[in-house]
């Protein structure tokens, strides 16, 4: 060790020398080829708000089919009449194949079965893998964790820049099985086989560029990508923390970050092999998944058999329920951020909030056949996973709870970003508490695939995660350019899209228990038991409303899209700490440099010291010296001193 | 800017970034080899009887290969000692050894092991044409003992031609010893040394097989699982190969010359990579060699 110290003293000059070199980065390896976190946050975070606008398109245009089936779409039928008057001639280039091939979930302006069945696989594949995540996680952790830590940069800053890449490669092999012949995927997010191992196989389809198999290359690449940037994030909140900057005195939001970062790490390899498996039985033959005696079209499939459809549901659930805490922690930290600083309060239960995210993420991992009530498991079985699904509540309520306690009796900022976590709240509650039904076999196995689930999981992710993915926007905006998002133009953005989600979701709540479910293509249209009433509309009337509010909140996301650009240059210009907020981030320059702290930080105090007795200011920052008297005064109280 | 502790230990925590870094990678690949070596349980407790076949693996091979590993495991930590000990040559003849090592052990199972299952083929018999090929299967005595059925008949196939002509009716196959002498105790139980194809043909008509196929990967959940698993493993020891070969060539001997501890570090972090590689290996070898 003795040679190692002396040996590092010796290299200091050389590592300088680089330093200066790296001064003089061009434009490209600042921009787009860089290594620093805050760049290659903003990228994830960017390409990822695309992707979540791409997703929800494909949404948009489902939603027209489920409330006028087998009708012209708008926009799509003229265009795609357009490109049928237009074929080619024979032989000759057609110069419209683009539109053409992207527009194969459609024949004459009216969305197929096949297709209605892709664009739904890719809405859940998109938002969640290649929107939700890479902005939750990947954006906001990349350039809000180093700054709230205190450190320069990432720990392996070329490992997170190649993860950044990784996703981009995911992205648009996803992006390019839409141009291939026969479409996109079409086996539903969750690929169940063995529908996926025969579906785009056969006459039509290449071997290797079809939906299907894109599929599960593109999520080779995107598992790689968060698994480097898991490594990352853990070893740079264990190794980078400022001085003083103890485990306790962490803001909550690194806190939810470190957890998430560990059920990536863990969750997702499992379902990498799972896709090795599918992988290989659609490309090598083998029968992981296939089961002896698979008649497809009306003949034997030659296979050897011996597999199991429900190994795959195993591996794939094994991923998919940690995935769902993946998605719903990092918004919890923006909430716990966004909370404290708006209502002027110390967070409340500021152990337990941590206590309780590091049970869920332990628990993630074992409740995880609860998405497979269905597939008729022994009684034993289930009860164990009731069990843990029913434990895994308790941190939740425990965390939600500690943030209404958080309310009472502040002097609450309505800013845009507390908008959007007031509206979190409740939100998340309904998503929250919808979900007990679904814990229970019993409950479940009538609720199942039904719209019932739909309502439920995009409460927890919509307005759920989504609104805390908004809040973190115009929270931590400022501190990325230096210039406040229009306050205005936000509550345009915040209150039309709370309204739409309510609209759009509720009333899932009510088809699902009607019986409604949630793969039919025509949107019940003709079943008898969509024909039902309620409130005056039957359920499959019901689809009407919820797609008109689809349509609107999509014009709702309008105001922040130009906000967002025009703010980067014509918003209000604000200082270092435009909140009023504790955490270290806000000590750095905004935009912090390259390096970001201009006085490398020192913690002092806990993240949460708003409203101190004795203070002039309101807040106290982290890096702020405990002064000898306030020293003495806090002798009582341990705790909070550490 | 520079990343603190990239080389140096952190007071508090003791370690330096990438040893950290080196370990949760090394978790998340335990979970993905968890993954599939639960798929291989999942998938053998699902096997119907007779459909998960034993011995046919070259077990002294796979002995070999296994002590190569292990020989390699000893060599990388013994390079990572001499770096320590600021003793290059040392460092470099044992990391040559090691890749030499790993590039012994990809040799023999790109080029001797996995080759051969692609020419042995696998007849498996229709239900109720089994009872007609007894002397080749010996079920009846293999019932009374409470054995699994045969249910497949493999050797080397004398008239591939067979498999694309319809105009002939039959296999002719070139029987693996077991089907010799289906009723001799000693073919209970897989040889220890591997035994070739014998001169002795079976004729096998069409419509009594259900399927024929080579050792390949489509073979069987069995061979699925040998494929996947010895293949990624495979794609392992050659990620660490290629790694160590770059440690090995003078451009790190330049990082050695500037800070020697760099270089040592490196080669900690890349050594315990391998050594959970040869951990894998260490499952693979049973679950599939000898179980």
Not at chain 1, 467 to 493: C, D, I, Q, S
Not at chain 1, 494 to 514: A, T, Y
Not at chain 2, 35 to 53: H, I, M
Not at chain 2, 271 to 283: A, P, R
Request: charge should be neutral.
């Amino acid at each position: 060790m003795d040679a190692s110290t002396s040996i590092d003293t010796h290299h200091d000059p050389h590592a300088h020398a680089g330093e200066h070199e790296h001064h003089e980065l061009g434009w490209w390896r600042k921009y787009i080829f860089s290594t620093d976190h805050k760049v290659i946050g903003i990228q994830y975070g960017i390409c990822g708000l695309i992707f979540l606008f791409f997703g929800f398109c494909l949404m948009m245009l489902m939603r027209w089919q489920l409330a006028y089936p087998g009708q012209v779409l708008p926009v799509i039928g003229p265009i795609q009449s357009f490109l049928d008057q237009h074929q080619p001639a024979a032989g000759h280039f057609d110069p419209w194949f683009l539109p053409r091939a992207f527009l194969s979930p459609f024949t004459k302006g009216v969305m197929t079965s096949e297709g209605y069945n892709s664009l739904g696989a890719m809405h859940g594949t998109i938002m969640i893998f290649l929107g939700v995540v890479p902005v939750a996680f990947a954006a906001f952790g990349n350039f809000v964790v180093p700054l709230q830590i205190g450190a320069p940069d990432m720990t392996f800053p070329k490992v997170n820049a190649a993860s950044f890449w990784a996703f981009g490669v995911g992205g648009v092999i996803m992006l390019t099985s839409f141009f291939v012949p026969g479409g996109a995927a079409k086996g539903g997010w969750t690929s169940y086989t063995p529908l996926s191992d025969i579906s785009d196989k056969g006459p039509g389809f290449h071997p290797f560029l079809n939906g299907q198999t894109l599929w599960l290359l593109g999520f080779i690449f995107l598992i790689t990508s968060s698994l480097l940037g898991a490594i990352n994030f853990i070893t740079t909140i264990i190794q980078l923390r400022a001085k003083g900057l103890t485990w306790m005195r962490l803001p909550f939001f690194v806190w939810a970050q470190f957890v998430t970062a560990f059920l990536l790490l863990l969750a997702f390899p499992p379902l990498e092999a799972a896709i090795v498996m599918q992988l290989m039985d659609r490309t090598a033959a083998t029968s992981f998944f296939l089961p002896a005696g698979m008649i497809v079209n009306g003949a034997p499939l030659h296979i050897s058999g011996g597999g199991s459809p429900l190994l795959w549901q195993h591996l794939f659930w094994f991923l998919g329920h940690p995935e769902v805490y993946v998605l719903i922690l990092p918004a919890f930290g923006i909430v716990a951020e966004i909370l404290a600083n708006n209502s002027r309060k110390p967070l409340w239960g500021y152990k337990s909030l941590v206590f309780s995210v590091l049970v869920i993420g332990f628990l993630s991992f074992i409740v995880w056949a609860h998405h497979m009530w269905l597939t008729g498991m022994g009684s034993t079985v289930s009860a164990f996973f009731q069990t843990t699904t029913l434990l895994i509540s308790i941190p939740s309520v425990i965390i939600l709870s500690a943030f209404f306690i958080s309310l009472w009796g502040g002097s609450i900022r309505f800013n845009v970003p507390m908008l959007w976590v007031t509206a979190f709240l409740p939100m998340f509650g309904i998503g929250g508490l919808t979900g007990i039904p679904l814990a229970f076999n019993s409950a479940d196995l009538y609720l199942h695939d039904t719209y019932y689930v739909i309502a439920h999981f995009h409460y927890i992710v919509a307005p759920g995660t989504i609104f805390g993915l908004f809040a973190g926007v115009y929270y931590w905006y400022p501190k990325a350019t230096g210039r406040m998002m229009n306050e205005f133009w936000g509550k345009v953005h915040f209150w039309p899209s709370l309204i739409c989600m309510n609209v759009i979701f509720l009333p899932m709540f009510l088809q699902g228990m009607l019986g409604m479910h949630r793969r039919w293509y025509d949107g019940g249209q003709g079943w008898t038991l969509s024909g039902e009433h309620i409130w005056g509309l039957t359920g499959f009337q019901w689809n009407t409303p919820i797609s008109w509010a689809a349509w609107i909140m999509g014009l709702a996301q309008i105001p922040f899209i130009i906000n967002f650009f025009w703010s980067i240059k014509h918003g209000k210009k604000v200082n270092d700490n435009p909140w009023e907020a504790t955490t270290l981030e806000w000590t750095a320059p905004s935009p912090p440099p390259h390096g970001n702290f201009v006085v490398t930080p020192v913690a002092y105090r806990g993240p949460y010291e708003y409203s101190l007795p004795g203070r002039e200011k309101d807040f106290t920052m982290q890096n702020e010296p405990v002064e000898s008297a306030e020293r003495s005064r806090r002798a009582a109280e341990p705790m909070l001193v550490h | 800017m520079e990343i603190p502790y990239t080389i140096s230990t952190r007071p508090d925590t003791g370690l330096w970034n990438a040893k950290i870094g080196i370990w949760l990678f090394l978790a998340s690949e335990v979970m993905l080899f968890g993954g599939l070596f639960s798929a291989y349980v999942f998938l053998r407790l699902d096997a119907q009887p007779g459909e998960w076949p034993h011995g046919l693996l070259n077990v002294p091979v796979g002995t070999m290969n296994t002590a190569i590993l292990i020989m390699s495991s000893v060599t990388v930590v013994l390079a990572w000692a001499a770096l320590k000990m600021r003793r290059y040559r040392a460092y470099w003849w044992y990391m040559l050894a090691t890749i030499l090592c790993g590039v012994t052990f990809l040799f023999v199972k790109l080029y001797y092991e996995w080759p051969q299952k692609f020419e042995h083929y696998g007849i498996f018999l229709k239900p109720a044409a089994l009872e007609k090929y007894e002397q080749y299967l010996g079920n009846s005595r293999r019932t009374e003992k409470g054995m699994e059925p045969r249910i497949e008949i493999s050797g080397h196939l004398h008239n591939p031609e067979a498999l694309k002509d319809p105009n002939i009716k039959e296999y002719e196959i070139g029987l693996d010893p077991v089907y010799v002498d289906p009723n001799n105790p000693a073919n209970d139980r897989p040889h220890f040394l591997y035994v070739p194809p014998t001169d002795h043909v079976a004729t096998i008509e069409k419509e009594d097989v259900q399927r024929i196929d080579t050792f390949g990967p489509w073979h069987s959940a069995y061979f699925a699982s040998y494929f996947t698993i010895t293949g990624l493993h495979g794609a392992h020891v050659l990620g660490g190969v290629i790694v160590f070969v770059y440690m090995w060539l003078p451009v790190s001997k330049r990082l050695y010359q500037r800070n020697p501890e760099h270089l040592a570090n490196r080669v900690e972090v890349c050594g315990l990579f391998w050594h959970f590689v040869d951990l894998v290996w260490i499952f693979v070898f049973p679950l599939f060699y000898l179980l």
